[in-house]
């Protein structure tokens, strides 16, 4: 069939467009396109300057004229929402969507990167407001660098490396508090805009502007704010315990305990919904895991509760492919690759039970442990170890009292408090965003365990250069 005059010079008009501007005619059909998530209702700005609003909903984004993007869901009309074009100086294999909050709350970007630098930048918000300046706002290099770091191993680690003279105690927020989801807390973890917690058997999702100190509960969270149980396949087969967990292109990857072999538990940051499990063949605990992009790259490092020679840590390279399939494939998205030991100097250094946390700096140069237990344990064999290197290097260790220097984690197992380590996470907050902390880089609980209800105390410390 002949195709209409019109057509063809729209088609001719597209691309002498896409060449002017470096972009690439993108197709549904000849290429797969770059997917993001929007949590909620956004409002954009068409080509004739009118409004239109994008759902909630998982979008693939493509563009076809000019600086529009083209956002499309399935069951729904394609949306044409006005962007800017812009560069990025990110490193990828492929084209890839971004979501960035901007300096108002209300202000959301959708970037759209490829890899020859280009970049179409279309700025939304919330309210449908259009604040003075919002078309022309946009963000920097840092601010999509970080947005990218977020993302799959599309491309090679570029983040600045971490180095610091010394580690300061800033102080704890909250502060031996029960807001609600204080009980057996085990573990932290972020991303750009949220905080992910476990609890033993509760996943909750608290953005970073929410008080910490605020109470909450299960049966009327606050908006922005939700949970998630241990699902009901995993409980019938006996499991009952999150541990430490961690977050990586959208992905949590949480360690799962219980009367069976331990598993890493997959959930989706957009909505805690369960992605699937991978059991860990021949281990015997799984109290925490920790995510590093190499060359090569993502994997995941986690140990039983105790390291020593018998028992190293053990790294396993991730798929984040087989966890996007439909269905997703959590069992092909993990494969053993070997394990690792840790050393001081040339000696091997063993670590005693419980490894309750761990974490690596954002660049994957530094590794953040820490251990204990409320009973049976000495507060000096406890507490942040922190590790430099591949093979891993002994670096420093927290001390357990208030006057033995800046680098404090203190806490008192036994009667009568019975206070136990438990996770961590590093997230660089001195940038005031989270109400009521004092800022730094790395967050570290401490629980007080409670026969009336346990309390917590979260620990911040800076990294000092």
Known sequence: M????????????????????????MSTATEALPTLTLEQPVHF???????????????????LVGSRLRLNAEGRAPLFIEAQATTHSEELKSPLAVTIAGEDADVLHVVLLLPNGQALDATGTISGARPRGVNSALLSAAQIHMAVLQQGPVIRNQTP?????RIDYLGNYPSHRSPGWSNELQGLAHDLQNWFITQKDTLW??????????????????????????????????????????????????PLEGSQKPRIAVFRTYDLSFVGSFVLTGRTQAGWCALRLESDGLYLYMSNNVIDGANPIFRYRVDLRQLHANPANTAGAFQFVNSVALYQGSTSLNIKPYLQGGEF???GSHLFLINGKASDFNAKDGGIWVFRGAPFQFVTKSTDQSNAGSFIYEFHPGWSKYEEPEGLTFWELDGGQAPGLPGGQLHVILLDNDSRGDEIFIKHYRLVR
């Open 2 to 25: 002949r195709k209409p005059a019109g057509h063809i010079v729209w088609l001719l008009l597209a691309g002498s467009l896409a060449i002017f501007l470096g972009l690439p005619m």
């Open 45 to 63: 700005t068409a080509s004739d300057s009118s409004d239109v609003m994008a759902d909630a909903g998982t979008y693939t984004v493509g563009t």
């Open 161 to 165: 490396a971490t180095s610091f003279s």
């Open 205 to 254: 999702k608290f953005p970073v502007t929410h008080d910490l100190n605020r109470a909450v509960s299960k049966a009327a969270p606050p908006p922005g704010v939700r949970w998630s149980g241990i699902p009901a396949s995993l409980k019938q087969a006996g499991y009952d315990h999150f541990g430490d967990l961690d977050q990586y292109g959208g992905f949590l990857f949480i």
């Open 361 to 363: 700096s954002p660049d």
